[in-house]
């Protein structure tokens, strides 16, 4: 299985970045895909999660809206739209692919785990 993660970079606080995920060696259409991310020094945390279908999604509290999670099944994608970024966004991100739905933000459940990108917000 790979996910291969890209569309990360530098940007200035209050810019957008896309994030895309291109998965392969899996079903893709039976897989919860989700996005967590790791800054320097911290714990690696949930960001997004969409189920299956892509009729559902999920979200840290944190995010108050700023991003979006979608998947395209016919293309094996999931996509991070990220939208007035802050500094504290500042993170390695990676793409994930989950079984369960129900621990689909808990990072000890994830199946699979992409390589990460890296974005960095400046102030």
């Known amino acids: 299985v790979q996910l291969q993660a890209s569309g990360g970079g530098l940007v200035q606080a209050g810019g957008s970045l896309r994030l895309s995920c291109a998965a392969s060696g899996l079903t893709f259409s039976t897989y919860n895909m989700g996005w967590f991310r790791q800054a320097p020094g911290e714990d690696r945390e949930f960001v997004a999660a969409?189920?299956?279908?892509?009729?559902?999604?999920y979200y840290s509290n944190y995010l108050k809206g700023r991003f979006t999670i979608s998947r395209d099944n016919a293309k094996n994608t999931v996509d991070l739209q990220m939208n007035n970024l802050k500094p504290e966004d500042t993170a390695v991100y990676y793409c994930t692919a989950a079984r369960n739905l129900r621990t689909v933000k808990l990072r000890r459940y994830v199946d699979y785990w992409g390589q990460g990108t890296q974005v960095t917000v400046s102030s």
């Open positions: 969409i189920d299956d279908s892509g009729r559902n999604t």
